[in-house]
């Protein structure tokens, strides 16, 4: 009897599950995102179909694909990165509700991601004109009457997955896990003006501010008022700190107006990561993906507030970056520095 005649035919199933049959493959059928009603797509993607339709304008050169074949529209792109990082969603679940796998999912996050950021100059800088300097300035000193404030600088930490690399161990930062330092500075609207992703968890947040090209700018005349920070960056005549040690009245007003002005900052934070889960649970894959999809989620997070989009209410997001009203450890002050803030708290408070 020949091998052949052996075979029951109707066991095949049970062979293909061996790996001697090719799986059969998955008809999966893809939907139109913006066909869904406003209320349900801001329910699954957590912003407005109008805001979608924004990105889609802004990026649509650089993620439309060749045309042959099955390619997935520009629309279809952004509406699968939104949910992924706002929702911070398994990209199992992204992909059954688009009609699309998992590995596509995750390609599509990383060229919308390289797409955002690659137009970063147009929405995350610093005020350049005189006019728009004095407007910043202006919009802070309306919180607590802090005058000549041009942005408040600080740095907040960003989840990233275990790194196995012979410098992996530097990325542990000071509560344990892996991540990336990440420096922002933000102005009162809470948009950020600056942002500086390169650097690993261990590295501190004065080294950071020190080796910045924003650093060099003040130093260069550039801007003609002063960032505030907290105690874990030097005092420089452009950088003002916390008195740490108060003696007259004057210095607590002034650390009183310093902390309620300089809590923009932490607002931002606050706003940023409510917006995009990904920052505040974590990023998950490779690290040059993580710094682009920051800066990404910097980008939108200015686009959100040019077009007032709003955050479901009652939200509160569970990691608290605020400080506020804590002085840190400080590092060692410039001479210039506090000499500066002295003349500065005798003129103003």
């Not at 109008?50 to 997935?72: A, N, Y």
């Not at 300035?137 to 041009?150: D, E, G």
């Not at 506020?324 to 520095?337: F, M």
Request: charged share 25%; aromatic share 8%.
């Amino acid at each position: 009897m020949d091998l052949v005649d052996l075979i029951d035919f109707e066991d095949l199933e049970d062979v293909e599950t061996l790996g001697t049959f090719r799986r059969p493959n998955r008809h999966r059928i893809r939907q139109n995102p913006f066909e869904m009603c406003d209320n349900d797509f801001k329910y699954k993607h957590r912003f407005t179909k109008r805001f979608g339709l924004k990105i889609v304008e802004i990026i649509h050169e650089s993620i439309v694909q060749d045309p042959r074949g099955c390619p997935i529209s520009p629309e279809l792109q952004v509406v699968c990165a939104l949910r992924n990082w706002a929702r911070h969603e398994i990209q199992d679940d992204t992909a059954d509700l688009y009609g699309i796998s998992q590995p596509v999912v995750s390609k599509i996050c990383k060229k919308v991601a390289g797409a955002l950021a690659s137009v970063s100059s147009r929405f995350i800088k610093m005020p350049a004109t005189i006019a728009d300097q004095e407007e910043t300035m202006r919009k802070f000193r309306s919180i607590a009457n802090f005058p000549t404030v041009i942005g408040a600088i600080d740095c907040t930490h960003i989840r990233i997955k275990k790194i196995n690399a012979d410098d992996g161990q530097l990325y542990i930062n000071r509560k344990g896990y892996p991540s990336l330092n990440v420096q922002v500075v933000c102005n009162a609207d809470l948009k950020i003006m600056d942002i500086v992703t390169r650097w690993r968890g261990s590295v501190h947040d004065s080294r950071i501010f020190r080796e910045c090209r924003l650093k060099q700018r003040f130093e260069a005349g550039a801007f003609s008022g002063i960032l505030l920070g907290d105690s874990g960056y030097p005092c420089t005549p452009y950088l003002f700190t916390p008195v740490l040690h108060t003696n007259t009245p004057q210095e607590e007003t002034y650390n009183r107006c310093h902390i309620q002005t300089r809590n923009t900052i932490e607002r931002c934070f606050g706003l940023w990561k409510q917006r995009f889960r990904c920052l505040l649970r974590g990023m998950f894959g490779d690290i040059e993906t993580a710094r682009m999809t920051v800066v990404a989620c910097a980008v939108l997070h200015n686009i959100a507030i040019d077009m007032k989009e709003d955050i479901f209410p009652g939200e509160i997001t569970r990691e608290s970056t605020s400080n506020t009203g804590v002085l840190q450890q400080s590092v060692h002050n410039t001479l210039r520095g506090t000499i500066r803030r002295r003349q500065f708290i005798e003129t103003h408070f």
